[in-house]
């Protein structure tokens, strides 16, 4: 059983920087690759980023690629994602969430077991 809560969102300026943490309660973090991913109004929930549970292995979507990078720090339980030359597109509701163990592609939103309850990003032009 892993409880996942983010923070750090708001509203920010166009080419400004933010970053989202999420906080883990759980004896197993550490066990769990992790994922973000973002919803904007309208749109179905996205892929945003992963790290693997030592955290030396990312994965980006495409178009937050040299602009977002994931941590982690398991001594913290806690994992992070900071977004630099934010964008308008950017503007969505961010979640964490922890993989499910044994899963084969953590870039899949059904794969994921336990969600945090998102924050929002708000990027003005």
């Known amino acids: 059983q892993v409880q996942l809560v983010e923070s750090g969102g708001g509203l920010v300026q166009a080419g400004g920087s933010l970053r989202v943490s999420c906080a883990a309660s759980?004896?197993?973090?550490?066990?769990?690759?992790m994922g973000w991913f973002r919803q904007a109004p309208g749109t179905e929930r996205e892929f945003v980023a992963t790290?693997?549970?030592?955290?030396?292995?990312?994965y980006y979507l495409d178009s937050v690629e040299g602009r977002f990078t994931i941590s982690r720090d398991n001594a913290k339980n806690t994992v992070y994602l900071q977004i630099d030359s934010l964008k308008p597109e950017d503007t969505a509701v961010y979640y964490c969430?922890?993989?499910?163990?044994?899963?084969?592609?953590?870039?899949?939103?059904?794969?994921?077991?336990?969600w945090g309850q998102g924050t929002q990003v708000t990027v003005s032009s």
């Open positions: 790290i693997d549970r030592s955290g030396r292995t990312t």
């Open positions: 969430a922890a993989h499910r163990l044994g899963g084969s592609d953590p870039t899949k939103v059904s794969e994921y077991d336990y």
């Open positions: 759980g004896r197993t973090f550490s066990s769990y690759s």
